[in-house]
């Protein structure tokens, strides 16, 4: 599961370049490998928030405008049991399960507009 070599990334939007969508494109920072530290929270008992450090990319075109900021991740990982009821055994976390789960099953148009606020 944590075992993927996971690193995030940080982009921007390069507006130089016309493209066809709004999608960031540009990475203008990442992390270490993260398997290790998020498994060490997945595993503790209380799954503590982490800081961790990113690295700025000094080649990206953006770096000008990002080397005088101050950029960190702040990261928990949980385990998914009683959130997504994949054995069809009810969720430990309640209703939150259910919807969660109804939300995965039928899509948006499965919770009626009263429930969506």
């Not at 203008?28 to 498994?39: I, K």
């Not at 430990?92 to 507009?113: F, M």
Request: glycine content about 6%; some cysteine; proline content about 5%.
């Amino acid at each position: 599961m944590l075992d993927r070599k996971l690193k995030l990334f940080i982009l921007v939007k390069d507006e130089t370049k016309a493209t066809a969508h709004a999608m960031p494109d540009e990475v203008v920072a990442f992390t270490e490998e993260l398997d290790n530290p998020l498994r060490e929270i997945l595993y503790s008992a209380h799954h503590e928030r982490q800081v961790f450090a990113v690295t700025k990319d000094s080649t990206s075109k953006a770096f000008p405008a990002m080397k005088d900021s101050n950029v960190i991740l702040e990261l928990s990982c949980h385990p998914n049991e009683g959130i997504f009821d994949f054995d069809g055994k009810p969720g430990t976390q309640g209703d939150l399960s259910k919807d969660l789960n109804r939300l995965i099953e039928g899509g948006p148009d499965s919770i009626g507009d009263r429930e969506k606020w």
